[in-house]
């Protein structure tokens, strides 16, 4: 069985900082990896998505970055603003459903 | 341009009482799906329907039933009500399975 973790649970930034996000799972055998955001109260966003054949994609401030064979994708948000204050998660596709990390909950504080 | 709704948005139930959520998609999507997100958990997938009039079962099935009688609307039952369905609830639908998911604003459920 698929396991996605993200460690850490909660992070608290400055504005300005770069974010880094770890998304780590189990079972390398995936078709794609997407990072989604989440505001209170409020559905997913999607933000990026990797398919297992690439190893980046970018939009804007954000990159993420995927390594199938150690299990591994990364989310760097550069220049953090207070607007980036969200739980953000990763999903992995190993076959016809997603597996989901329980997020990282990010401060950036003004 | 309403994307995917989801009603009601918050509900109350008592244990053994039964409810619908409704999930609508002006999207034209064939893909949609049910989770359930919990503290501290990822979202799990309840059900899941790959077109209309076809359903099938996710990672948490037990206890819900849905139906995909129309192609924009998901439904999913609870025919009796349990706390531990208490959850926050989110719908989702998508052009394929590998494809980006487009999530509605969620239904917290309370089962007292």
């Known amino acids: 069985k698929q396991e996605v973790t993200q460690i850490p649970a909660a992070l608290s930034v400055p504005e300005g900082e770069n974010l880094v996000l770890n998304c780590s799972f189990t079972?390398?055998?995936?078709?794609?990896l997407q990072w989604f955001r989440q505001d209170p109260g409020k559905g997913l966003t999607s933000l990026l998505l990797i398919q297992s054949s690439q190893r980046e994609q970018t939009s804007g401030r954000l990159n993420a970055s995927l390594d199938k064979s150690s299990g591994r994708s990364t989310l760097y948000i550069a220049a953090s603003q207070p607007g980036d204050s969200a739980t953000y998660l990763c999903?992995?596709?190993?076959?016809?459903?997603?597996?989901f990390g329980a997020g990282t909950t990010v401060t950036v504080r003004a | 341009n309403a994307g995917v709704t989801q009603t009601p948005k918050f509900r109350v139930l008592k244990t053994g009482q039964s409810m619908t959520l409704l999930c609508a998609q002006d999207m034209n999507h064939e893909y949609m799906y049910w989770y359930r997100q919990d503290p501290g958990m990822g979202l799990r997938l309840i059900h899941y329907?790959?077109?209309?009039?076809?359903?099938a079962k996710g990672e948490v099935p037990d206890g819900y039933n849905v139906s995909r009688l129309k192609k924009q609307n998901f439904l999913l039952g609870l025919e009796s009500a349990a706390p531990s369905q208490t959850s926050v609830y989110f719908c989702a639908s998508s052009t394929g399975l590998g494809n980006t998911q487009y999530f509605g604003p969620g239904t917290r459920l309370t089962v007292l």
């Open positions: 999903a992995v596709r190993p076959k016809d459903k997603l597996s």
């Open positions: 079972d390398s055998a995936i078709y794609n």
């Open positions: 329907s790959v077109g209309e009039g076809t359903t």
